[in-house]
């Protein structure tokens, strides 16, 4: 499992997608949610601006990253 250590207590899975270049723009978010899928602590998620929160865990492509919100970041 991969760290993806946040620099905000919230971030959206489009925000997190473009970070860890699954899309160039937040534009491809709609198109790559319908492609593939993404799973959010277990649940599908297509939801572009659905909320992420420290310790949330996120699958995509068969990588799995959980979320850690660094203060000093």
């Not at 899928?37 to 599908?44: A, D, F, K």
């Not at 297509?46 to 420290?54: E, I, N, S, T, W």
């Amino acid at each position: 499992m991969n760290q993806f250590i946040m620099n905000n207590e919230i971030m959206t899975l489009t925000q997190f997608l473009k970070v860890n270049d699954y899309i160039n723009s937040g534009g491809e978010a709609k198109y790559f949610l319908k492609e593939y899928v993404v799973l959010v602590n277990g649940i599908v998620c297509d939801q572009r601006g659905k909320k992420l929160y420290p310790k949330d865990i996120v699958i995509v492509n068969n990588d799995e990253y959980i979320l850690i919100y660094d203060q000093e970041s």
